[in-house]
């Protein structure tokens, strides 16, 4: 049985300050057990989330790493210092990276390895455009996001990796995918990882469907087979609808 993850990505929203006044009323909340709950945070407001919600069963994760672990690459920040913080997750490859950061599959592959040899769990964003889409290539480029992200990984760290199909489309525009159409990416995204490992761990693997998610459709990708969670920009910003969001996917 998978444990469904429901993770809150700021993107750059949110001081120090206001991230504390969110835990605050994240803790007064009555969540769930049955699921997880992960807020991922700019730098700067990861350690008094971390103070904040050590011992709640809340995690707090990361949006971006660089994959060495210290080194002349100004203005980065490495496994070890994420995890010298109390941070336990860090989204990778975010289309928002991918776009406007020069991100590619082969440094997201690197980051998703430096992240899991440095005990974080990558959340790994995968997904097309609406070009891509519309030219019918959805499943080949996810097919080829998926494969290379999860290059060289054994089979227990990929088990311990959770993957975001993100259509880039459905991001940020209040236009979600269809609950039926993601969960035909997300299966397929199982099956690309039981043809690069096994069933046994395709079976395993946590697989999150994000772009415009909200309390009013939550459900509806929750309750498919293959979507074991939710990548939540927007509608996490709010703690009222990320506590809702979170107690409707159990
Ligand atoms: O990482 C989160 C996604 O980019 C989704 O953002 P959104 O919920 O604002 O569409």
Same mark, same amino acid.
């Given at each position: 049985?998978?444990?469904?993850?429901?993770?809150?990505?700021?993107?750059?929203?949110? *001081?120090?300050?206001?991230?504390?006044?969110?835990?605050?009323?994240?803790?007064?909340?009555?969540?769930?057990?049955?699921?997880?709950?992960?807020?991922?945070?700019?730098?700067?407001?990861?350690?008094?989330?971390?103070?904040?919600?050590?011992?709640?069963?809340?995690?707090?994760?990361?949006?971006?790493?660089?994959? $060495?672990?210290?080194?002349?690459?100004?203005?980065?920040?490495?496994?070890?210092?994420?995890?010298?913080?109390?941070?336990?997750?860090?989204?990778?490859?975010?289309?928002?990276?991918?776009?406007?950061?020069?991100? *590619?599959?082969? *440094?997201?592959?690197?980051?998703?390895?430096?992240?899991?040899?440095?005990?974080?769990?990558?959340?790994?964003?995968?997904?097309?455009?609406?070009?891509?889409? $519309?030219?019918?290539? *959805?499943?080949?480029?996810?097919?080829?996001?998926?494969?290379?992200?999860?290059?060289?990984?054994?089979?227990?760290?990929?088990?311990?990796?959770?993957?975001?199909?993100?259509?880039?489309?459905?991001?940020?525009?209040?236009?979600?995918?269809?609950?039926?159409?993601? $969960?035909?990416?997300?299966?397929?995204?199982?099956?690309?990882?039981?043809?690069?490992?096994?069933?046994?761990?395709?079976?395993?693997?946590?697989?999150?469907?994000?772009?415009?998610?909200?309390?009013?459709?939550?459900?509806?990708?929750?309750?498919?087979?293959?979507?074991?969670?939710?990548?939540?920009?927007?509608?996490?910003?709010?703690?009222?609808?990320?506590?809702?969001?979170?107690?409707?996917?159990?």
């Amino acid at each position: 049985m998978r444990k469904p993850v429901i993770a809150g990505n700021w993107k750059m929203h949110k *001081t120090a300050e206001e991230a504390v006044s969110f835990a605050a009323e994240l803790k007064q909340a009555d969540l769930p057990g049955e699921v997880e709950a992960v807020i991922c945070a700019p730098f700067l407001a990861l350690p008094a989330l971390v103070e904040e919600l050590t011992g709640t069963g809340i995690g707090v994760g990361a949006q971006n790493v660089h994959f $060495e672990q210290q080194g002349a690459f100004t203005g980065e920040v490495s496994v070890p210092m994420l995890k010298a913080a109390g941070v336990t997750y860090v989204i990778i490859g975010h289309s928002e990276r991918r776009a406007y950061f020069a991100e *590619t599959d082969e *440094t997201v592959n690197k980051k998703v390895k430096a992240a899991l040899n440095g005990g974080l769990i990558p959340i790994v964003c995968v997904g097309e455009t609406l070009e891509e889409r $519309e030219n019918d290539q *959805t499943k080949e480029v996810v097919r080829k996001q998926v494969k290379a992200a999860s290059a060289g990984l054994s089979s227990d760290e990929m088990k311990k990796t959770i993957i975001a199909y993100e259509p880039v489309w459905a991001i940020g525009t209040g236009k979600a995918s269809t609950a039926e159409d993601a $969960e035909e990416v997300c299966s397929f995204i199982r099956k690309t990882v039981a043809d690069q490992f096994d069933q046994q761990v395709a079976n395993e693997v946590r697989i999150q469907y994000g772009g415009s998610v909200k309390p009013e459709n939550i459900d509806s990708f929750i309750k498919q087979p293959n979507i074991d969670g939710a990548l939540v920009g927007g509608a996490s910003l709010n703690a009222g609808s990320f506590i809702q969001l979170v107690q409707a996917a159990k």
